[in-house]
């Protein structure tokens, strides 16, 4: 059997506390709940909200880097600064594509834009209209598999390949001018890492 503890009398110093009411155990209950659901609901949420942004995100990643083709759009500004691909004001029909391995990284672009535009695009190249070369097809048959460009249409077609000491990219460019005042620019610019 257990002995009985005798249990300690109040002392007659201390001022009893009133019993608490109904109403003001239920305030405090309400106020310790409303701090609990912040303290475990404000992180819940915000991490919540930070996976879907991640997820989203790598999604987008996931569909750029998985691509197989042309894409649609403008090169990154710091693919074209990379690869040397100075795609001029204006243009349209802008596609590009880029592959990357631990030999070459290659950034395909094309576009169609005016004859100053094509001007302009050869001078930021570092070369001019009087080096292409008539009926020269300089972009080889493995880009063209690549991109599932076809240079068989109406021409004339040019091209020009220009080579640069590494680590700068070298560019195999061809121009249709089928429509004069509109040529077409296909651009394969590789460099070695």
């Known amino acids: 059997m257990t002995p009985s503890v005798p249990r300690q009398g109040d002392s007659p110093e201390e ?7 109904r109403r003001h155990r239920n305030r ?8 609990i659901v912040l303290l475990i609901g404000v992180p819940a949420g915000y991490l919540v909200i930070s ?6 995100s790598g999604k987008d990643k996931e569909a750029k880097y998985s691509a197989t083709g042309l894409t649609a759009g403008w090169p990154s500004k710091v693919q074209r600064r990379l690869y040397q691909v100075p795609i001029p004001h204006p243009a349209d029909r802008i596609a590009y594509y880029e592959t ?3 030999k070459t990284s290659r950034l395909y672009v094309q576009f169609r834009t005016s004859n100053a535009g094509l001007d302009t695009f050869l001078a930021g190249v570092g070369v001019n209209r009087d080096d292409l070369k008539k009926g020269e097809i300089t972009i080889g048959a493995r880009d063209q598999k690549i991109t599932g460009w076809r240079f068989t249409g109406p021409g004339p077609w040019s ?3 220009h080579k640069q000491k590494n680590p700068a990219p070298t560019q195999d460019i061809v121009v249709n001018t089928a429509d004069p005042a ?3 620019v296909y651009v394969v610019s590789r460099t070695v890492p």
């Open 15 to 21: 001022p009893r506390r009133p019993a608490e009411d």
């Open 28 to 35: 405090r209950r309400a106020l310790t709940l409303l701090i």
């Open 51 to 56: 996976a879907n942004q991640s997820r989203n």
């Open 100 to 102: 990357n391995n631990w």
């Open 159 to 161: 091209g020009l390949v």
């Open 182 to 184: 509109n040529p077409m």
